[in-house]
Nanobody
Framework: VQLVESGGGWVRPGGSLRLSCAASGFTFSRYTMNWYRQGPGKERELVASISEDGERINYAHSVMGRVTISRDNDRNTLYLQITAMTTEDTAVYYC??????????????WGQGTQVTVSS
């Protein structure tokens, strides 16, 4: 399994970003996918999740109304659109399947993440 996050960068407060996650090594379309983030000095938190078919979506309260998760099962890619960004959105963002299959490798595998920095 390989998870490659991209799209992060520096953005001013109020700005927007679209993050991507390219997944490989498993049948992407069969798994609920999650976005997580870990801010400086904070624990990793679940930001959003999307079901296999994209019909069921959940967002963390902290990002509700500002974030849109989506997926393209043909391209094995997960997306996260973040708008009206604040400094609280500064974090490394990661994607991951909702459940981990032992055959994929170590349970503690995470991609390299993509850094998002919000500052003026």
């Amino acid at each position: 399994v390989q998870l490659v996050e991209s799209g992060g960068g520096w953005v001013r407060p109020g700005g927007s970003l679209r993050l991507s996650c390219a997944a490989s090594g498993f049948t992407f379309s069969r798994y609920t996918m999650n976005w997580y983030r870990q801010g400086p000095g904070k624990e990793r938190e679940l930001v959003a999740s999307i079901s296999e078919d994209g019909e069921r979506i959940n967002y963390a309260h902290s990002v509700m109304g500002r974030v849109t998760i989506s997926r393209d099962n043909d391209r094995n890619t997960l997306y996260l659109q973040i708008t009206a960004m604040t400094t609280e959105d500064t974090a490394v963002y990661y994607c991951r399947p909702n459940r981990w299959i032992a055959a994929w490798g170590p349970q503690d595998y995470w991609g390299q993440g993509t850094q998002v920095t919000v500052s003026s």
